[in-house]
């Protein structure tokens, strides 16, 4: 059973410009959550998506968007990056639910604003 | 509001020694608790998680948790450590299937010779 899937792996983009990250959650599963971890803030949580709604958001600001399609697939958005959105975001999928039911992680993307 | 705190930054053991890592939370019920791995440059693993029931929750990699309610407490136990179990190790908890996971800042273990 394949895990939980992001590409790409590593990004280098300039401040100003607009990022998109892809996931493909584990066969099966609906929800998919978006996580930005860095060393002083640790893991945030940013939205989750479920049969293509958002559920629930995180406190980000309006440049984080994301998406869900009909597959379960999900990307994310970042629009006029900063320096500050250097980070790893991780995408996680759940069968039904949110955290509560246990999350299966991707290896995350390695985005690097200069 | 709803918090998971981990103690610890930073722990030093020895190969074959004990190990304990601490977690705390701060929820106005019992949440669902959880222990991740995560190596450099990876994603999160799923260690062990608590809904209910028995306190002590078996998990992967030879890996224990006891909830202690009286405590807040959920701590991470392995009776003698590896050197491949050198990681950072996230603390979470969520209020219910349909909430969020909040993390802890992380226990990083560094495991020597």
């Known amino acids: 059973k394949a895990g939980v899937t992001q590409t790409p792996r590593y990004l280098i983009k300039t401040r100003g410009q607009q990022v998109t990250l892809s996931c493909s959650p584990i066969?099966?599963?609906?929800?998919v959550s978006w996580y930005q971890q860095t060393p002083g803030q640790g893991l945030q949580f940013l939205f989750e998506?479920?049969?293509?709604?958002?559920?629930n958001k995180g406190n980000f600001p309006g440049r984080f968007s994301g998406r869900q399609f009909s597959n379960s697939r999900s990307e994310m958005n970042v629009s006029t990056l900063e320096l500050g959105d250097s980070a790893l975001y991780l995408c996680?999928?759940?069968?039904?639910?949110?955290?509560?039911?246990?999350?299966?992680f991707g290896s995350g993307t390695r985005l690097t604003v200069v | 509001a709803q918090s998971v705190t981990q103690p610890d930054i930073h722990i030093t053991v020895s190969e074959g020694a004990s190990l304990e890592l601490r977690c705390n939370y701060s929820?106005?019920?019992?949440?669902?608790l959880f222990w991740y791995v995560q190596s450099p440059g990876q994603g999160l693993q799923l260690l062990l998680k608590?809904?209910?029931?028995?306190?002590l929750v078996q998990g992967i990699k030879g890996f224990e948790a006891e909830f202690k309610r009286s405590q807040s407490s959920f701590n991470l136990r392995k009776p003698s450590v590896h050197w491949s179990d050198a990681a950072e190790y996230f603390c979470?908890?969520?209020?219910?299937?349909?909430?969020?996971?909040?993390f802890g800042k992380g226990t990083r273990l560094s495991v020597i010779a």
């Open positions: 996680a999928s759940s069968p039904l639910g949110q955290g509560g039911y246990g999350y299966t």
């Open positions: 066969s099966g599963h609906r929800s």
């Open positions: 998506y479920f049969s293509e709604t958002q559920r």
């Open positions: 929820y106005g019920a019992t949440p669902y």
């Open positions: 608590y809904f209910s029931g028995d306190t």
């Open positions: 979470a908890g969520a209020l219910s299937g349909n909430t969020p996971l909040v």
